[in-house]
């Protein structure tokens, strides 16, 4: 059980002093976006000054022999802090056989990992999860057409993107989604006109309530990073979620998302696999787009977590590169969870302390710990919040 040091990513799109604030650090001006903990080679983690994915390529036993025998040897899953001041792209993330069959055809085309047009850049799903720690907003899949088509009715906006929109209201099921977002790609010259249009309209129906207002308010947000930008009629067809605190989302392989605004927790596969859909200067590769997105209607389901045992919430992923808790710890000793497995643990907020049988650690906000799969039993114990992480499978 020893500490570990993670990376800080400053993307444009993260906030200034939230990541900060937790790490007990001054910023300094830059966007903090993320914060990763794990043996990602872009960020990977350190402990005593070595890169994680070289500590285990030295020592496989800290993964445990079911990990290690499930994942080759590779570290399964990433956990972030991340912030976000505005949106992010939207984006989905492959399942493995269409990450494997996309990785192998862009390496056989000799395209560099870092070559703009790449969009697999490993063979691996992207499952995430992200859990609130403050107010949270994102989008999350696609609402059942004929609803949105009733949205843009509210808005004004049916008669006027009738050419763009239209499927929503003569067909049905993912087709007419699919159809719809994938016209949005193609708008260009004299029709980017529609996007100010949707503008305008949003603007006068600002102050509206409900679903009808929310969307309006979404297209300003969006309007004011992206101006003009086409994947904003693509982000009207999708579901507006808001995580409050403790909250949490899993978004499965092949569902459209983009994170708005707020931190979070985000655990997710070890992947750095990206199909970017929208709201971006990036690569959009629409036909891995079409295979890998799942463009049928969906209600986000929010978690609340189950309270395991007391002071202790998990957040199951069902998939096989992660698992997630959220520990309240108090004066009572708590019982780390998944005992013989390798784990993350990080500390979000006040002091604790993890003890087993060799090693004590006072810990404060900010910092991390990792615990091999070999350690003794480790106990919990402090004020503070505590975020533990730990492969699916055990």
Known sequence: MQEIHGTVMHFPWGTADAIPAILGVQGDGRPFAEYWLGAHAVGPSRVNGTRLDELIAADPSILGPVALRQFGGRFPFLMKILSARHALSLQAHPARAEAAEGFAAEEAAGLALDDPRRCFKDDWAKPETLIALTDFRLLLGFRTPTLTYALFEQLGLAQVLDSVIGPLKLRRGPAATEEVFLETRTLEGDRLELVNRVLVAAVAHADDPGPAGDLARL?????????????????????????????????????????????????????????????????????????????????????????????????????????????????DPISLPAHGAVRIALVTSGDVVLEDARTRLDLEHGQAVLIPADNPPVRLWGHGQVFLSAPGIR
């Open 219 to 331: 297209i300003i947000e969006l309007d004011e990073f992206f101006p003009g930008d086409p994947g904003i009629i693509a982000a009207c067809l999708m579901n507006l979620v808001t995580l409050r605190p403790g909250q949490a989302i899993h978004v499965p392989a092949g569902q459209m998302h983009a994170h708005l605004s707020g931190t979070g927790i985000e655990l997710m596969a070890n992947s750095d696999n990206v199909l970017r859909g929208g709201l971006t200067a990036k690569h959009i590769a629409v036909d891995a787009l079409v295979r890998a997105v799942d463009f049928g209607e969906s209600s986000p389901r929010v978690l609340n977590g189950t309270e395991r045992s007391p002071g202790v919430w998990s957040y199951p992923s069902e998939c096989p590169e992660f698992d997630v808790w959220r520990i309240e710890c108090g004066p």
